[in-house]
């Protein structure tokens, strides 16, 4: 059951810039263009672009904080513009470079005025934060004012907040931006479990393409205010990726191996990496033609980077205009 629908959205606005000393010039800009979208309950989704996409003009849509120029929206039944206050109760948002904590009170104290801002019962509220606090490992600065707090212990207090009140849908709006490879990692591992565990819908937008190959079952990408592609992250992997490659350590240095369908592109001691054809060779078939070369101590396979393909799918969109 799709549980965030975008219908024909468009988003327009009015800029103005100088056209002579004292006239201005005015203009439209299409931030968002029919712009059909639909997310089903429980799904972690990928939403990426290049800066002024749209992506955050369509996160905004959402919350009700903004309102389409044209097309339909809803957020679990409902229009994020005409019932803004109980949608709020439903959703939980985290942008990565604003905050929804007081800045100079403590952190616990934050989560509790919020629990009344939610109408959160204690109880489940004291629950929430238990397990919260466990897992992120909140406790040592649950009693420090929140501009104390380094970037990424801010974070994971922000992403708490979100989630305190058991929404059914979370906004991520570049989550991980500015966290060490440590914070990172611990946000990652949490948004897989409350995504697991809990079924919460995510929606992320991000430039960190590591989060989305590690959060995200589905990728939309889009550009310029339309989605160009929307697949998951393995579909969009064979799209856009025609060429692998295995990754081969021989017991000692030899030449480069002569395999049907695979060649050779670099050498190191007794590691070399073979690059092959997705379409004329499997990857089981090539291993099989490896192992019986001998010689053979262990391998790997390189899958695309995911960057990579992106750059790929805008590259192709571009060429296809």
């Not at 468009?10 to 203009?27: L, M």
């Not at 339909?72 to 109760?89: F, M, N, S």
């Not at 089981?284 to 960057?307: K, Y």
Request: aromatic fraction near 6%; glycine fraction near 6%.
């Amino acid at each position: 059951m799709a549980l965030i629908e975008l219908d024909h959205v468009a988003k327009d606005f009015v800029a103005y810039r100088r056209a002579g000393r004292v006239r201005r010039e005015r203009r439209i800009v299409h931030a968002v263009s029919d712009l059909s979208l639909t997310i089903d309950a429980g799904e972690c989704v990928g939403y990426i672009g290049p800066n002024g996409a749209g992506k955050s003009t369509t996160i905004k849509m959402l919350t009700g904080i903004l309102v389409p120029t044209s097309g339909a929206i809803r957020v679990g039944g409902l229009d994020p513009q005409r019932r803004r206050v109980e949608l709020a109760r439903r959703i939980g948002v985290v942008f990565g470079q604003r905050t929804q904590l007081w800045w100079d009170l403590p952190l616990r104290d934050s989560f509790e005025l919020l629990r009344h801002v939610y109408r959160v019962p204690a109880a489940r509220h004291a629950e929430n934060l238990v397990e919260f606090t466990d897992v992120l490992d909140l406790g040592p600065f649950l009693d420090t004012p929140v501009r104390q707090l380094s970037l990424g212990q801010r974070m994971r207090g922000e992403i708490t907040a979100a989630l305190l009140h058991d929404p059914s849908v979370l906004y991520l709006d570049e989550p991980t931006i500015g966290l060490d490879v440590v914070s990172q990692e611990r946000v990652r591992k949490f948004l897989q479990r409350v995504n697991r565990e809990r079924d919460v819908t995510i929606l992320l937008t991000t430039h960190d393409l590591d989060d989305v190959e590690r959060l995200s079952s589905r990728l939309v990408v889009i550009d310029e205010g339309r989605i160009i592609h929307d697949g998951t992250v393995d579909e969009v992997k064979d799209q856009y990726v025609q060429y692998r490659t295995l990754v081969v350590d021989l017991v000692e240095p030899a030449p480069p191996l002569q395999i049907e369908h695979a060649e050779v592109v670099r050498v190191d001691g007794p590691r070399q990496w073979l690059r092959f054809h997705r379409d004329r060779v499997t990857a089981a078939e090539l291993v099989a033609a490896v192992a019986r070369s001998g010689n053979l101590r262990d391998l790997t396979i390189e899958e695309p980077d995911i960057e990579d393909v992106v750059t790929r799918i805008y590259t192709r969109a571009s060429c296809d205009e």
